[in-house]
C-alpha cells in the first residue's frame, strides 16, 4: 500500500477537502491514488472549484470510481467541457484495490475521498476505508475537541503571565 502524503509535503497543494468525513466515520485506512481526468476537469481544479461533500468510492468489475465528487465547469472549454459529478476512474495497483473492495463487501465499512490535492502537477486523491460514527461517538468526539480547546487556551494564558 502507497502512503497517503504527509502535510507538510511542499509539493502538495490541496485542492478540496471532505471535513464532514471526519465527523461522520471513524478513519481506519488510508491510500493515495490518481484520477482518470479530462483537461477540462484539471484545468477547473488548479481553480479550486471542486466538491467533496457526499462523494464515495464504489467498486465495480473489479475497477473502482469516485462517484459524486463535484467539479465545476472550466468556462473556457465551451461544449467541450465534462458533466460535473460523472464517475472518474480511479487509478491505483490491481491488489489494493481488489483487497479495499473485499474491505467494503463485509457490512458497515465504506470507502471515501479525504482529499482532492496536486502533487508534482498531478491531480490525486487520497481515499479511507471509513466505518460510520453513531450519534453518542459524534458527540464524544466534539466534547473532547472542546476539552482539548480549553486547555489549549488555558496554556497559552499561563504562558503569556
Given at each position: 500500500?502507497?502512503?497517503?502524503?504527509?502535510?507538510?509535503?511542499?509539493?502538495?497543494?490541496?485542492?478540496?477537502?471532505?471535513?464532514?468525513?471526519?465527523?461522520?466515520?471513524?478513519?481506519?485506512?488510508?491510500?493515495?491514488?490518481?484520477?482518470?481526468?479530462?483537461?477540462?476537469?484539471?484545468?477547473?481544479?488548479?481553480?479550486?472549484?471542486?466538491?467533496?461533500?457526499?462523494?464515495?468510492?464504489?467498486?465495480?468489475?473489479?475497477?473502482?470510481?469516485?462517484?459524486?465528487?463535484?467539479?465545476?465547469?472550466?468556462?473556457?472549454?465551451?461544449?467541450t467541457g465534462h458533466a460535473?459529478?460523472?464517475?472518474?476512474?480511479?487509478?491505483?495497483?490491481?491488489?489494493?484495490?481488489?483487497?479495499?473492495?473485499?474491505?467494503?463487501?463485509?457490512?458497515?465499512?465504506?470507502?471515501?475521498?479525504?482529499?482532492?490535492?496536486?502533487?508534482?502537477?498531478?491531480?490525486?486523491?487520497?481515499?479511507?476505508?471509513?466505518?460510520?460514527?453513531?450519534?453518542?461517538?459524534?458527540?464524544?468526539?466534539?466534547?473532547?475537541?472542546?476539552?482539548?480547546?480549553?486547555?489549549?487556551?488555558?496554556?497559552?494564558e499561563r504562558r503569556r503571565?
Amino acid at each position: 500500500m502507497r502512503p497517503a502524503a504527509s502535510k507538510g509535503d511542499p509539493s502538495r497543494r490541496v485542492i478540496a477537502t471532505n471535513r464532514k468525513a471526519y465527523h461522520d466515520y471513524f478513519i481506519e485506512d488510508r491510500m493515495e491514488v490518481g484520477l482518470a481526468l479530462s483537461g477540462s476537469e484539471v484545468k477547473s481544479l488548479r481553480e479550486g472549484r471542486a466538491n467533496l461533500k457526499d462523494s464515495f468510492v464504489q467498486f465495480r468489475n473489479g475497477e473502482a470510481f469516485l462517484v459524486n465528487a463535484h467539479v465545476s465547469p472550466y468556462g473556457p472549454a465551451s461544449w467541450t467541457g465534462h458533466a460535473p459529478e460523472r464517475d472518474r476512474k480511479i487509478l491505483a495497483h490491481r491488489r489494493e484495490l481488489d483487497r479495499w473492495a473485499a474491505d467494503v463487501a463485509r457490512s458497515g465499512v465504506t470507502c471515501i475521498p479525504l482529499q482532492l490535492y496536486f502533487k508534482n502537477a498531478k491531480v490525486k486523491a487520497e481515499i479511507a476505508l471509513v466505518k460510520g460514527k453513531k450519534l453518542h461517538d459524534k458527540r464524544d468526539t466534539l466534547r473532547e475537541k472542546d476539552l482539548k480547546r480549553e486547555a489549549d487556551r488555558d496554556m497559552r494564558e499561563r504562558r503569556r503571565s
